[in-house]
């Protein structure tokens, strides 16, 4: 295994300089200075490759961008000569870069989130033919954060010796001579780590997952309004990406939100007064509709590449005036969105809903009746109606057989949705192993029956595409029969995942999930009666 690169805080830049000036007394070596220079990390806006261990720093050389990424403690994976930073990593040439980062970074758009700009000297050990056998760079860096509120941190000053290559004997004694020099400590922190400290930066703030820490005993209600609070919180967290159109997890994300919170307010019952769901109800109904059009179209958009590779090659190219109508049609339901988000119904419903959860009374008035359910600890409720909603989705499935049409199975999917969102809701609640594996095995009937879903969704917007393309002129015979060939495509597809569903379904409701689904919610919602 290489070594790794070790990093000591110092006390100034005279002390590092008086370090670097010891080893070039004991080695062969040469000092490079640089006054100033500029690095920034990228990452997503939900920080996925900090969160998985790594970061990817980009630098200016000369004329070109190098992209570096490595683990958080420094070890180097991949480097990458580039003409600018890219926005996207399909913007990146082939490469094992690319490779490795793809299915990590997905969607996302890679974004500037730390900027250091620092003063270096780095000194270059050498053997006695004068090849480079290790560096050791002293840096004095500061950090600008954009966006942040905290506008700038002084970093530690540090002194790092970076191995290289084949040369491991040469940097295990380069590091047992620093480590004999006083004044050096050795540290684990990075400067990105102490960046994002001192900075105030938690990139765990921007995940998108549901993470509340409930406990059985806690009332309902407050329970609700806990989580209805971090859902808005979600909202209002992804709204600015979905304004500005930056990637398109932005707009899922804020959906997903907005779909959560609705749920929240019909299948959690009895824990707020009724006039307050019925009111807040609709209102968030509208706003998932008008998101929607423009979700749509991201979808089709990001399939695009998978729609031409379903086709012959030669046939690729016909669906060019699909990708310009689509992006166009994008284009239009992005604004409409942004006069949504912009209007005083948006602005009135977030306004209002915020004041119904932070008002510490939370019904209006000391005179107001308490909901029926809003008292009964939440571990009751919880256990009550995720055990109701599994019930109704077995019921639902059992019932399904081969010649079933397909609105059955659209029922039972929003069945499973329901109860996925009553299972992460609660998941703090119960045995984290237990309700783990349930929630995986309801995801894969739910991949099963969203794949199902969505094929038909598309096969129909796909003939309306034709239709209206066709209306514009935009539509070449060529092209109209491409996408009657896509059609064909995705009915076949649909089919194969038609006959997944009894495979699918008989895991999910296997005799041992049927066992767990009744230790965890059936017996405990018994006991607290």
């Excluded at 119904?356 to 809003?374: C, E, H, K, Y």
Aim: aromatic share 8%; proline share 6%; hydrophobic share 35%.
């Amino acid at each position: 295994m290489n070594p790794s690169p070790l990093s000591f805080e110092v006390e100034s830049r005279d002390q590092g300089l008086q370090a670097l000036g010891r080893v070039a007394e004991t080695c062969p070596a040469r000092v490079q200075s640089h006054p100033e220079r500029r690095s920034a990390y990228l990452d997503t806006f939900d920080w996925r490759i900090y969160r998985n261990g790594g970061s990817l720093l980009s630098s200016r050389e000369g004329r070109a961008t190098v992209l570096r990424w490595k683990s958080l403690d420094g070890t180097p994976h991949h480097r990458l000569r580039v003409t600018e930073p890219p926005a996207f990593v399909w913007d990146l040439p082939a490469s094992p870069l690319k490779t490795a980062l793809e299915p990590l970074v997905e969607m996302r758009r890679l974004m500037t989130r730390l900027v250091l700009v620092f003063p270096s000297d780095t000194l270059e050990v050498l053997d006695v033919n004068q090849k480079i056998v290790a560096r050791i760079r002293l840096e004095a860096a500061t950090a600008i954060a954009p966006g942040s509120s905290t506008p700038e941190a002084t970093l530690p000053i540090l002194l790092t010796a970076d191995p290289v290559r084949g040369y491991d004997k040469q940097f295990r004694s380069l590091l047992s001579l620093l480590k004999r020099l006083p004044g050096l400590r050795p540290t684990a922190s990075s400067q990105f780590d102490s960046a994002l400290r001192l900075l105030g930066i938690e990139p765990s703030s921007s995940d998108h997952k549901l993470r509340i820490r409930l406990t059985p005993d806690i009332p309902s209600e407050a329970a609700a309004r806990r989580i209805h609070a971090r859902l808005l919180e979600t909202i209002r967290l992804n709204e600015g990406g979905v304004r500005e159109d930056l990637d398109t997890e932005f707009l899922h994300d804020f959906r997903v939100a907005v779909r959560r919170t609705r749920s929240a307010l019909t299948q959690i019952k009895g824990v707020y007064p009724q006039d307050v769901t019925e009111r807040f109800k609709p209102e968030f109904a509208w706003l998932g509709q008008v998101t929607g059009p423009k979700r749509d179209l991201d979808v089709y958009l990001l399939k695009m590449p998978e729609y031409r590779a379903s086709l012959p090659e030669h046939i690729q190219e016909h669906l060019e005036p699909l990708q310009e109508y689509l992006s166009r049609h994008q284009g239009l339901e992005h604004r409409r969105l942004v006069q949504a988000l912009d209007s005083e119904r948006y602005v009135r419903l977030l306004q209002e809903w915020q004041e119904f959860l932070t008002d510490s009374n939370g019904r209006g008035s000391p005179d107001d009746a308490v909901a029926p359910q809003a008292e009964v600890p939440i571990g009751r409720t919880a256990s009550t109606r995720i055990w109701k909603a599994y019930r109704k989705v077995l019921k639902r499935g059992r019932s399904i057989g081969e010649d079933s049409p397909a609105e059955p199975l659209h029922r039972l999917r929003i069945d499973c949705k329901k109860l996925r969102y009553l299972l992460e809701f609660f998941r703090s609640l119960y045995d984290e192993q237990e309700i783990g594996s349930l929630v995986k095995a309801l995801k894969r009937l739910q991949d099963n029956l969203g794949d199902f879903n969505d094929l038909e969704i598309q096969q129909a917007s796909l003939r309306r595409f034709a239709d209206d393309m066709f209306q514009e002129g935009l539509a070449t015979g060529d092209t109209l029969m491409a996408m009657g060939r896509l059609v064909d495509r995705l009915e076949a597809k649909q089919t194969e995942e038609r006959q997944k569903f009894e495979r699918e379904f008989a895991k999910f409701a296997s005799k041992k999930n049927r066992a767990r689904f009744r230790a965890l919610f059936a017996d405990q919602s018994t006991a607290a009666s």
